[in-house]
């Protein structure tokens, strides 16, 4: 656990919590220009209730925003502390955070926590010394330094010697590296209720930092590659790069005007299943498809009396009222358009076999449930396997793996809950054993539900 801070704190600002599928909303006071901001957020919808009077209702993201001396918190309906939270943040595409970087506990505030967490290992990262590189420079010299950009030169100072145009690499601290790193905690030592120390430690590496240029709000993020060299760094990296991702702080008179974190869980928990699902499935002969299109028709019935033989013979010969097809019991269609085509989830094969699919959906009661089951029951039917999982996170910590099989079919759906509570360990031993199942029934092909003619298109 991150070591607290034992300086005194700013009085802390007023605080609204809200479940992510709370639709009934709170109501706050606040001015046009901060209900403007805070909607612009995303976290929460602001509706109009009266003069400077707003209703909150969560828009179905998760995160903290302050403005206006006013902090909104959406908390993540699975039961989940900021630990977990940051451990299923670790999966988000492009803006991950490193599990080991946050550290919390579950009652932790999200700002200070952060905070907190980017202080202690930046001093660590930096107690050795700055760290520097390799930087090309381009700009006009009256001498010469490192080699003359001839096509700049002609076009911009046409029969001038000098000034000349060169480009040189200098060995300077004003790399990706420590910008990123200075940013963050720039941006971080301006939010209100900061442990006195914490934001003394956020300053100093600012300082620190001095050389290293600040990234403004929303511009593009430099890039950083791991290496031999940036190894100390890469903790304290993994985490102001996400910091300056994903958090908007806004300095104005020297104080944060507004701050905010949001993200979307259904999103970070697709990609949570996902990942940790292809780790588990990839070799051995099997892999995990994503979300592959199965057509569902194998073709179209023919009218009574149609016929393709090119003799002008007629084949059909069934009664009135019924229909007969040239080749078999069905043709293919004549376009495209005309497939019905379904989405199957997370498909496993092996062999190029399909094995069976999964779906992770976030949205935990039943009823929400429901409509996953009948796309599942389409998948297995297109797939031709007779096993799906619908993947969730639990509601309770007894919640257990519950088979549901489809009447008139040999087509079961097991409703696989996650208890994401639990931490990033146990949730990972949930899905190497979801992933040992489909191992299973892979060992198992004689099982399978299997449908004629099948077809699995990539």
Request: proline share 6%.
């Amino acid at each position: 656990m991150t070591a607290r801070s034992t300086g005194s704190t700013a009085a802390a600002s007023p605080a609204l919590e809200f479940d992510e599928f709370d639709r009934r909303g709170k109501l706050v006071t606040l001015g046009w220009e901060g209900a403007q901001h805070l909607s612009q957020t995303g976290l929460v919808e602001v509706l109009p209730a009266g003069r400077d009077t707003w209703r909150l209702i969560p828009s179905g993201a998760v995160g903290s925003v302050r403005v206006e001396g006013l902090s909104v918190r959406v908390l993540p309906a699975a039961s989940l502390g900021l630990t977990q939270l940051f451990f299923l943040l670790d999966h988000a595409a492009d803006d991950a955070f490193l599990p080991s970087a946050v550290q919390a506990r579950d009652d932790d505030e999200l700002w200070v926590s952060v905070a907190e967490s980017l202080a202690q290992l930046a001093h660590a990262a930096l107690a050795p010394g700055l760290l520097r590189g390799y930087r090309r420079v381009d700009e006009a010299l009256t001498t010469v330094r490192g080699r003359i950009r001839l096509g700049d030169q002609i076009r911009r100072r046409p029969g001038m010697t000098i000034p000349l145009e060169v480009s040189y690499s200098e060995f300077t601290p004003d790399i990706a590296e420590n910008r990123i790193l200075r940013t963050a905690a720039h941006r971080l030592q301006f939010l209100p209720d900061l442990p006195d120390g914490t934001r003394r430690r956020l300053a100093m590496v600012d300082a620190r930092l001095a050389d290293a240029t600040l990234i403004p709000q929303g511009a593009p993020i430099p890039t950083w590659t791991p290496s031999r060299l940036n190894a100390r760094f890469q903790d304290v990296l993994a985490l102001a790069d996400r910091i300056v991702r994903r958090i908007s702080v806004e300095v104005e008179d020297g104080h944060a005007s507004s701050a905010a974190f949001v993200t979307e869980m259904p999103a970070l928990f697709e990609r949570f299943i996902e990942s940790e699902l292809t780790a588990a499935l990839h070799g051995h002969g099997g892999r995990l498809l994503q979300n592959p299109v199965v057509d569902l028709s194998s073709g179209t019935e023919t009218d009574i009396g149609h016929s393709d033989a090119t003799d002008g013979t007629d084949t059909g010969t069934a009664s009135p009222g019924r229909h007969v097809s040239t080749s078999g019991r069905h043709r293919a269609p004549a376009a495209e358009g005309e497939n019905i085509s379904v989405r199957t989830g997370l498909v496993y094969e092996v062999d190029g076999d399909p094995v069976t699919t999964f779906v992770a959906t976030y949205p935990t009661d039943r009823r929400a449930r429901a409509a996953e089951h009948y796309r599942l029951l389409a998948a297995c039917t297109a797939l031709g396997v007779d096993r799906a999982y619908l993947v969730y996170p639990a509601q309770r910590r007894d919640d257990a793996p519950q088979p549901r099989r489809i009447v008139h079919t040999d087509i079961s759906i097991v409703e696989y809950p996650v208890d994401l509570s639990e931490g990033p360990a146990a949730s990972r031993r949930a899905i190497v054993e979801l992933a040992q199942q489909a191992r299973t029934l892979a060992a198992t092909p004689a099982a399978r539900h299997r449908t004629e003619g099948r077809r699995h298109a990539r």
